[in-house]
Nanobody
Framework: VQLQASGGGLVQPGGSLRLSCAAS????????MGWYRQAPGKQREWVAV???????NYADSVKGRFTISRDNGRRTVYLQMNSLKFEDSAVYYC?????????WGQGTLVTVSS
């Protein structure tokens, strides 16, 4: 299983970005996808998750600003990020949990700066 994340970039505070993460390989039909992030000098932290039934959960720090979604046909998970803040700057990683294993993408850098 391989994950390819994209969509990061430089954005001003208050702006928006949409991240994408496409899975390839054999992930089966039942899988959970999520996003994490890691800022410089900090530990990786969980951001959002979307379950196989489409239910979602968010970290308190992004609730109401970020939306996670998935396209099962494309085996892709998205993270719509609105009202971005300086503290959202980080490398964002997607992952997929399937059949007892967890796979990670390579990360995409989001920089929020004026």
């Amino acid at each position: 299983v391989q994950l390819q994340a994209s969509g990061g970039g430089l954005v001003q505070p208050g702006g928006s970005l949409r991240l994408s993460c496409a899975a390839s390989g054999s992930i089966g039909s039942m899988y959970v996808m999520g996003w994490y992030r890691q800022a410089p000098g900090k530990q990786r932290e969980w951001v959002a998750v979307i379950n196989n039934d489409g239910s979602t959960n968010y970290a308190d720090s992004v609730k109401g600003r970020f939306t996670i979604s998935r396209d099962n046909g494309r085996r892709t998970v998205y993270l719509q990020m609105n009202s971005l803040k300086f503290e959202d700057s980080a490398v964002y990683y997607c992952n997929v949990n399937t059949r007892g294993k967890t796979y990670w993408g390579q990360g995409t850098l989001v920089t929020v700066s004026s």
